[in-house]
């Protein structure tokens, strides 16, 4: 068990509808990191947070978007859902926001497995 | 632009062989890290280890060895006697020393290992 906890499992959901997906980072970490892996693309950056506030950015669709609460939990938000959006989206979580030392691990939930019919 | 080549898509190995999983890595960076990440059935990744572009010393844990090879841009994960619960897909991944967590990731080598 790696102490990130993302809710729910498994989803399912019509072209067109919007869904939020929850990560709760292990205790003490103030940065999380959402990854999608799918079939096509393989496991994919989208978007860091630290402490609140959006700290890099990677191919993360405008349709997409997150936020992290003063609590540290972090949602990701994707609309419009299309059928290439079916995939698998973790999210990470690390004590710090950059690899100054290199002494810190990224710590990755189980994953919410996204099917959109 | 940063890339990770896993050219194996899949391997099926009979428990007890070794088996190496190859990673290729292209960077422009002077300094960067690798990683191995490994993904069982169900499905959570877990991470099995990190090497700075600096050290090129390779490494062993257990039945896990890692050889990195700077001159070829290589970072090869050896399994040593495997197991059935080996079985899982394999991440090799790449970042930026400054971004450490941009982790660009290769496509994964899934392992059957095969009792």
């Known amino acids: 068990d790696s102490g990130v906890t993302q809710t729910p499992k498994h989803l399912i959901t019509a072209t067109g509808q919007r869904v939020t997906l929850r990560c709760s980072p292990r205790s003490g970490d103030l940065s999380v990191y959402w990854y999608q892996q799918s079939l096509d693309q393989g496991l994919q950056f989208l978007i860091q947070y630290y402490n609140g506030e959006e700290r890099a950015k990677g191919n993360i669709l405008e349709r997409f978007s997150a936020q992290q609460f003063p609590d540290l939990h972090s949602e990701l938000n994707l609309s419009s859902l299309e059928l290439g959006d079916s995939a698998l989206y973790f999210c990470?979580?690390?004590?710090?926001?950059?690899?100054?030392?290199?002494?810190?691990?990224?710590?990755f939930g189980q994953g919410t497995r996204l099917t959109v019919v | 632009a940063q890339k990770v080549t896993q050219a194996q898509t899949e391997i099926s190995v009979v428990e007890k062989e070794d088996v190496t999983l190859d990673c290729v890595y292209e960077?422009?960076?002077?300094?960067?890290?690798l990683f191995w990440y490994k993904q069982p059935p169900s499905g959570e990744l877990v991470f099995l280890i990190r090497?700075?572009?600096?050290?090129?010393q390779n490494e062993i844990s257990g039945r896990y060895s890692w050889n990195f090879q700077k001159s070829t841009s290589s970072f090869n994960f050896t399994i040593t006697a495997s197991q059935v619960v080996d079985s899982a897909v394999y991440f090799c991944a790449l970042s930026q020393t400054e971004m450490i967590y941009k982790i660009i990731f290769g496509k994964g080598t899934r392992l059957h290992i095969l009792p």
């Open positions: 960077t422009r960076d002077t300094t960067y890290y």
């Open positions: 990470a979580s690390s004590v710090g926001s950059e690899g100054a030392t290199g002494n810190t691990e990224a710590f």
């Open positions: 090497r700075n572009s600096f050290d090129e």
